[in-house]
């Protein structure tokens, strides 16, 4: 019976969701424009959802079979037709009810390749009477597509593609900027943000911009840091606009249609780790955004972090929902945040539909830095992940674990909230990626978030950038270990190679290529002149070896730009790789935002080895987000264990999992083909130090 009460309420609450995926497409990155990630289907249920099997399984080629590839993509499903990329980021069309291969677009082929890829995390539709366009964004180029044949649409931009660093100013030439999540569809527009540097190295501006879907011509542009004469230019050091790159759209946004308002939330100022050249609270880094979506004008903002020193930028696009007050319907937009909060407000004043309260904070001590006085928290609803690492939350799964995590606990910084970064170290929780990631959360007409959480804690360590002892290890400090670490370690989590002993794997020549072109998840660094390559290169190949080529050991070291830089983005686990934290360390939850209350919370993933040994489920880190169906199902991949689950809306209960050829790290997609429910997950590994994969899976009921 309560699942009864719980379809027919959706039932009637249908007319008054914004946008809900229907007709069974998925026809919009994560289901609508809104950003519900909410299907209407209703086949699948809790009662049968056990009946769950493969309808089919599409494996590509074998990309990369050391872990570095991964597939983030949310696809498309239109007409009968799956769209979506692969883990070398080709375009692909699918039969959604058979998975059979269509059509493939190589987006480089017959232009140059000398950009990495990147990631993609989706694909954008527009269609106006017989004339339909995937757009499609790879590297720093956004390109349209006929969904009919999967050629160029060669009347946009050139040869089928905008080059997105066009009209950033020319430094941004050699700069990294990628279109890494679709932008949204507005009328006759394609809005777009894009992932760019985040520093030490020179990181480009990150404006948003809108162009004509027809053309690719930019029809208007908002400058998220400002210009003298906009709003907000006293916010940062005079001319801070033509020095200080970053303040992007990078995770996606969320359109009003019927209202005509577009929703961007912004990251952080480059450098993350330190503002010193971007005193001020840095307007309008680390907002939300609502602009006239024809026009681009701002029409309000709220700023999540002011002077950001924690990478805290807005993980994911904001979901645009209905809430109910004393009777009354409030059009709302919530957005997660890495550090684990929603915050509520009415779209169209941008009124706070729950208090936020501006907390005192600590000051930093790091040279040249003045962090701000105080940030914004909310009063409701509680945060979805702990907001405090103390002494009696170490994990002590083992006695040997907690004496190693307690060894280093005490040489680090006491934990607080945004406690600045330092040289002794300071613990990031939740960490850097979330908290709220960029698989988002789910909505449902009823006014519930489900939003997945991560509980794993970082730890950054500032260097002094100025005791570099050759050029190339300058170089290296300021540009490289920020991924591969300041001893060039890698991170088998990140998915980021070891550089140490390149010089066994890789030829001068090729390393020096690899700086200069960029390859896969790695930029290229353009910016970068052939002096600095080769002092670059000839550190990486000699640093181990002791015989220091001229241009790394012994030539003049040139003052850095910043005089910080960090050790890299370091997960604090131990020794057996279990975070260093007690559990639960990944999470599902169930928020009333009518109310503010949570409905349930429950772990999501657990390690095998240590459910064999009794320990309840702990949860594990996760990646891709939540699908809401009207069902009263959420399904959700994500987990380090590599299984596809589905929950039980009303309670948080496992109802169903299924093992996947390779981790689901993207937010599947809900669909219907001839009056069949499916739900599909890219498949692609990767991350967590996990195997890559190349597969799409689809499920559906036993015929």
């Known amino acids: 019976m309560p699942h009864l009460r719980f379809l027919l309420f ?48 599409w494996q590509g080629d074998q990309v990369d079979p050391g872990g570095y ?22 375009l692909i069309a699918l039969d959604a009810a058979t998975g059979e291969l269509l059509w493939r677009l190589d987006p480089y082929e017959g232009l140059q390749d000398s950009e990495g890829r990147g990631v993609n995390r989706g694909l954008a539709y527009w269609k106006d009477g017989d004339d339909a366009r995937i757009l499609f964004g790879v590297g720093p180029y956004l390109l349209a597509v006929d969904p009919g ?9 050139d040869r089928g593609r905008i ?24 009328e006759d527009l394609i809005i777009m943000g894009m992932r760019v540097g985040e520093g030490p190295a020179p990181a480009a501006p990150g404006p948003i911009r809108a162009f004509d879907v027809r053309t690719g011509e930019l029809v208007w542009r908002f400058n998220t840091i400002p210009r003298p004469g906009e709003l907000g230019y006293d916010t940062w050091p005079e001319d801070a606009y033509q020095t200080v790159g970053g303040a992007n759209v990078w995770a996606g946004m969320s359109v009003d249609v019927e209202r005509g308002i577009v929703f961007c939330p912004t990251g952080s100022a480059a450098f ?12 309008f ?56 909060h929603v915050f509520l407000f009415n779209r169209v004043t941008g009124d706070p539909l729950f208090p936020i309260e501006e907390v005192p904070v600590p000051w930093s001590d790091l040279r040249g830095e003045q962090a701000w006085p105080t940030q914004p928290l909310p009063t409701k609803p509680e945060p979805f992940a702990r907001q405090l690492f103390s002494a009696d939350q170490i994990n002590n799964i083992s006695t040997e674990s907690y004496r190693e995590i307690l060894d280093r606990f005490v040489t680090v910084r006491p934990h607080t909230p945004f406690m600045p970064p330092s040289k002794e170290g300071t613990i990031i929780f939740p960490g850097f990626d979330g908290g709220g990631e960029w ?143 007690k559990p639960p360390w990944g999470t599902l939850n169930a928020i009333d935002l009518n109310s503010g209350e949570f409905l349930w919370r429950t772990t999501l993933g657990e390690f095998p080895e240590l459910s064999e040994k009794g320990i309840p489920p702990t949860g594990t ?83």
């Open 621 to 703: 880190e996760n990646y891709g987000g939540p699908v809401a169906t009207a069902g009263g199902l959420l399904f959700i991949g994500a987990s380090k264990d590599q299984n596809f689950r589905a929950f039980d809306a009303a309670t948080g209960e496992e109802l169903w999992k299924w093992e996947l050829p390779a981790g689901g790290y993207a937010t599947p997609a809900c669909y219907e083909v001839d009056g069949k429910q499916f739900v599909v997950i890219a498949c692609g590994g990767g991350k967590m130090g996990t195997p890559s994969g190349n597969a799409y899976v689809a499920f559906a009921l036993k015929e």
């Open 10 to 57: 959706y039932a009637l609450c249908f007319t008054a969701f914004v946008e809900a995926a229907s007709t069974g497409n998925w026809s919009s990155y994560l289901g609508d424009r809104s950003s519900s990630q909410f299907s209407e289907l209703m086949q699948i249920t809790p009662a049968n959802v056990d009946q769950l099997e493969v309808a089919w399984t």
């Open 69 to 90: 590839s991964q597939i983030q993509c949310n696809p498309l499903v239109i007409d009968g037709v799956l769209y979506g990329t692969d883990a070398k980021i080709d």
């Open 163 to 186: 080059n997105l660093k066009a009209d950033l100013g020319a430094s941004a030439s050699g700069l990294q900027v990628s279109a890494n999540t679709p932008g949204v569809v507005f």
């Open 272 to 283: 993350d780790f330190w503002g010193g050249e971007r005193l001020g609270s840095n307007l």
């Open 285 to 340: 880094a680390n907002c939300l955004l609502a602009l006239d979506a024809r026009t681009g004008e701002r029409l309000w903002h709220f700023q999540f972090v002011h002077h950001d020193m924690w990478d805290r930028d807005l993980p994911a696009p904001p979901n645009l929902l209905t809430v109910r007050r004393e009777g009354e319907s409030i059009p709302a937009v919530a957005q997660i945040t890495k550090s684990g």
């Open 439 to 581: 698989g988002g959360a789910a909505v449902d007409p009823n006014g519930i978030l489900y939003v997945n959480g991560n509980e794993m804690p970082w730890i950054l360590t500032m260097i002094d950038a100025t005791l570099a002892e050759s050029e190339g290890q300058r170089l290296y400090l300021q540009n490289c270990a920020g991924c591969h670490g300041a001893q060039r370690e890698g991170s088998v989590a990140q998915s980021v190679p070891a550089l140490a002993g390149i010089q066994d794997r890789m030829t001068w020549e090729e390393i020096d290529s690899r700086i200069e072109k960029g390859k896969g998840v790695m930029p290229a660094f353009g910016f970068f002149d052939e002096q600095d390559r080769r002092a670059l290169t000839d550190y990486l190949v000699s640093v181990d070896s002791g015989d220091r080529h001229a241009t790394a050991g012994t030539a003049e070291v040139s003052p850095p730009k910043r005089p910080w830089t960090h050790t890299g983005y370091r997960r604090w686990v131990d020794s057996n790789g279990y975070p260093a934290v």
């Open 149 to 157: 044949s999967g050629k160029r649409i060669e009347s946009f931009g």
